[in-house]
């Protein structure tokens, strides 16, 4: 419609410049806003369409940018939930192991606890058998040569007293034997009446040179419940402790004291005595110390060692009861 418009402008033109009519100013700008307008307002448009497809290119960006992102994000995610399963695995391995290890470590120890135990019962058990060889079978062989001179003979028809009162001496010191050897073995007064009344025995009885004072303290005893082989590894405990003191330190005085509080007992034998090198203990292959740390093993019992050559012994032994 425009350009016919104009077409017809434009010979309208040309028609009054052939008669000579004067066309004025505002006529061509007609003209010129008819040619020129419909340009201008396609670049506009072109103008307007780049935009939008600038506008549009930079959502699709965002949201591709928003899609990557999410991706990332995703894939990072999932990668720590992985490395978490993972390390969570590997710990739970790890912690299995230690276990295990642990297990077996135990197990080990228990292994040699028993075959120390079995090996300090054959030791005890040849240590009986010489005592039994040794002193009550000297005894009894005496007694029976002393009765045999006892008779009288052919030239005589008189009882010999001398030896009759020989053998009954050596009788009753074979008797005395018989009851030392029964009572190192399983104390009779430990299953009567208990550790204390067992103890406060022992002590008393060992307690018999003049040149030596055994002093034996107790509290809280009677609050105490233990099954009879906790019983037996305390008493034998105290028992080589007090031993130790008397026949390797030379002690003069040796205190021995246990004390029961809040579910532990506690336990501490001190002497006066020569004392020793502490190292020497983890060296020594001796029935000794080796029967001792076995035994606290089993009690599941803490050892204090305090010693040193010339300075005396303190041994302190914590048990959880």
């Known amino acids: 419609m425009k350009v016919l418009l104009v077409f017809m402008i434009i010979s309208f033109g040309s ?14 700008s007609t003209i010129d806003i008819l040619l020129f307008e419909p340009q201008t307002g396609n670049e506009t448009l072109k103008e307007k369409e ?21 991706l990332i994000l995703a894939i990072a995610l999932l ?29 080990e120890s228990r292994l040699l606890t028993i075959e120390a135990a079995l090996n300090g019962e054959e030791r005890e058990r040849a ?13 009894l062989s005496g007694i029976k040569f002393s009765y045999q001179n006892i008779l009288p003979s052919r030239d005589d028809s008189k009882i010999n007293m001398e030896a009759y009162s020989k053998g009954m001496y050596m009788l009753d010191n074979a008797l005395a034997e018989v009851r030392r050897i029964a009572h190192n073995m399983m104390p009779a007064t430990l299953i009567k009446f208990g550790l204390d009344t067992a103890l406060r025995d022992f002590c008393s009885e060992a307690d018999q040179r003049e040149d030596l ?23 034998r405990i105290i028992q080589e ?46 029935i000794g110390w080796n029967s001792i740390s076995n035994r606290i093993n ?11 050559p010339g300075k005396g012994t303190s041994v302190h032994i914590s048990v959880r009861i």
Do not use: W
């Open 213 to 235: 004072i055994i002093s034996y303290q107790s509290i809280g005893l009677e609050e105490m419940e233990l099954e009879q082989s906790e019983s037996l590894a305390i008493y």
């Open 15 to 28: 028609l009054c410049e052939i008669r000579g009519c004067n066309l004025t100013l505002p006529f061509y």
């Open 241 to 286: 402790l007090v031993h130790n003191a008397i026949k390797h330190a030379k002690a003069k005085k040796v205190i021995v004291q246990l004390i029961f509080s809040a579910g532990k007992l506690n336990i501490t034998v001190e002497d006066d005595g020569i004392g020793f090198n502490p190292e020497l203990t983890d060296r020594s292959k001796g």
């Open 298 to 308: 089993l009690l599941r019992g803490e050892l204090d060692l305090q010693t040193s």
């Open 79 to 107: 990668l720590i939930i992985v490395i978490g399963v993972l390390l969570y695995r590997n710990f739970q391995h790890k912690l299995t192991l230690r276990q295990k290890k642990l297990d077996r470590m135990e197990l």
């Open 127 to 139: 240590r009986v058998a010489s005592e039994l060889h040794d002193g009550l079978g000297s005894l």
């Open 50 to 70: 780049q935009e939008i497809r600038e506008i549009s290119d930079i959502q699709d960006r965002k949201l591709r940018n928003r899609n990557v992102l999410a």
